[in-house]
């Protein structure tokens, strides 16, 4: 679904508009300054039309000062969302961090509808005009607490909303969740699929509630159901002479697009080919959830076993943040660790750390690890947040340009702290002067 966040300055009515436009009566909540409150996203509709609404959050006092990290958070918001909500208090007028939220968000070119709050009677309408000013075209004068003119600030919300999102993390969708089992031909993949699938039985008939490409095949396995996508690639064995490869790469593409999360499958009686680095790098890239899976471990002995573990540490030493599970598709040994590894990989892909707890984090570890520095300078991280999960993403902002060893070392004490197992994960910088 589209996204619509929803920014502002503290107390011009954000979370009354935000219960307003989700025909809640909750207790209203505002912003503190100082305080941290987390951004939220909700499910919402208009007319027949499904969007996401995000609530911005996090406020963060530090020496920066209030009007920045509005700014700020009202950036992230624009990043994550397709338009954006702008709400102003029209008794108060626009203020120096409404400004600074106007300079954000034109930087940003998403669209923005302006909304001026707290207009409660056609008297104060004559102050939300006054809003014209900020230069985001007309001001939608209305009263979130109520409901004044928030019928015509929505319909002016869902024509600029695009109808697919382009923004955020994969929206989850309910029903089962979706694996991509990749590898190159031979490996294994329709033997695996056959064993899964041939103890339990597979499910002929859709799950009511379900869309599915009719391609698709549920399976169930510990107890639950899975969709793996694109079985037919996996079963039908498509020989091609040329761009056999091309197709192929066309095939795992679209199978990632559906999935959630990816099985790599490897063989451990041949080396990494080209092919599987190829593979790899594309469920790495992809930003899925993944799982790494060795098959045909029945025709190892002891001995090439530990040399084969060694080996495999180094080869993929990239991806050592990615489960791996040893098994045999042809005997069945270890193929019940399949879905526990499936599991954790969904968990951390689908994780979100709470600011306070990030910022927490954060500090303590700059505390104790600082910057090194370099030429008289000592970059500083200022405040971070996670900005979307599936997969998660982070945004710092810090007083200079991190060194990229300085980021590593942050990305793994990430990973540690709060169990990224089996997902990627993405740190952007934003450099504040
Ligand atoms: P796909 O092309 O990836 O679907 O691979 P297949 O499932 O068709 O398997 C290719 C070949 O490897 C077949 O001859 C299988 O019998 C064999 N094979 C698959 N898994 C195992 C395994 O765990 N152990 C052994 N020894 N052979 C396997």
């Keep these: 679904d589209p996204v619509l966040a929803i920014v502002g300055r503290p107390n011009v009515g954000k979370s009354t508009l935000v219960n307003r436009i989700l025909g809640r009566r909750e207790a209203v909540v505002e912003d503190t300054p100082g305080v941290t409150r987390d951004r939220v996203s909700y499910p919402a509709t208009w007319n027949g039309r499904n969007f996401t ?26 990043d994550m969302a397709d338009a954006v909500l702008f709400v102003v208090d029209s008794n108060v007028g626009a203020t120096a961090t409404d400004e600074a939220v106007v300079r954000m968000l034109r930087r940003k070119k998403k669209p923005v509808i ?33 409901g004044r003119g928030t019928a015509d600030m929505l319909d ?3 024509e600029v909303l695009p109808e697919y999102s382009a923004h955020g993390g994969l929206a989850r969708t309910g029903g089962p969740r979706r694996v991509a089992l990749l590898g190159r031909p031979n490996v294994g993949k329709s033997s695996l699929l056959n064993k899964l699938a041939g103890s339990e039985r597979v499910v002929v008939d859709p799950l009511a509630g379900t869309t599915r490409d009719p391609v698709d095949e549920i399976i169930e396995l510990g107890g639950r159901t899975w969709l793996f996508v694109d079985p037919a690639g996996i079963r039908r064995r498509v020989h091609m002479q040329q761009g056999a490869d091309f197709y192929a790469s066309l095939r795992t593409q679209s199978a990632l697009d559906k999935a959630e999360v990816a099985v790599v499958l490897l063989a451990v009686d041949e080396v990494l080919s080209e092919q599987d680095v190829r593979i790899l790098q594309m469920a790495i890239d992809s930003g899925r959830a993944l799982v790494l899976a060795f098959n045909k471990w029945d025709l190892l002995d002891e001995d090439r076993r530990r040399y084969l573990e060694r080996e495999i540490e180094q080869d993929l030493a990239h991806v050592d943040w990615a489960p791996r599970v040893n098994l045999s598709a042809r005997t069945g040994w270890h193929k019940d660790r399949l879905v526990p590894a499936l599991d954790k990989a969904l968990e951390s892909w689908d994780k979100r750390i709470p600011t306070g707890r990030l910022n927490a984090f954060l500090g303590e570890l700059v505390a104790a690890h600082p910057h090194p520095v370099r030429g008289g300078k000592q970059p500083r991280i200022l ?9 998660p993403k982070f945004v710092l902002f810090t007083s200079g340009f991190l060194d990229p060893g300085y980021r590593r070392f942050i990305t793994r004490r990430l990973r540690e702290t709060f169990g990224f197992e089996g997902t990627p994960i993405e740190i952007s910088m934003r450099v504040r002067e």
């Design 53 to 78: 609404l995000v609530d911005t959050g996090g406020w963060v006092h530090d020496a920066k000062g209030i009007h920045a990290r509005v700014a700020d958070q009202a950036g992230i918001a624009a």
């Design 156 to 158: 002016a919300a869902m």
């Design 114 to 146: 302006l909304v001026a709050n707290k207009v409660d009677d056609m008297v104060q309408e004559a102050d939300a005009s006054a809003l014209w000013s900020l230069g985001f075209g007309q001001p939608y004068p209305v009263s979130a607490l109520h």
């Design 383 to 391: 405040f971070g947040t996670q900005a979307s999960s599936r997969p």
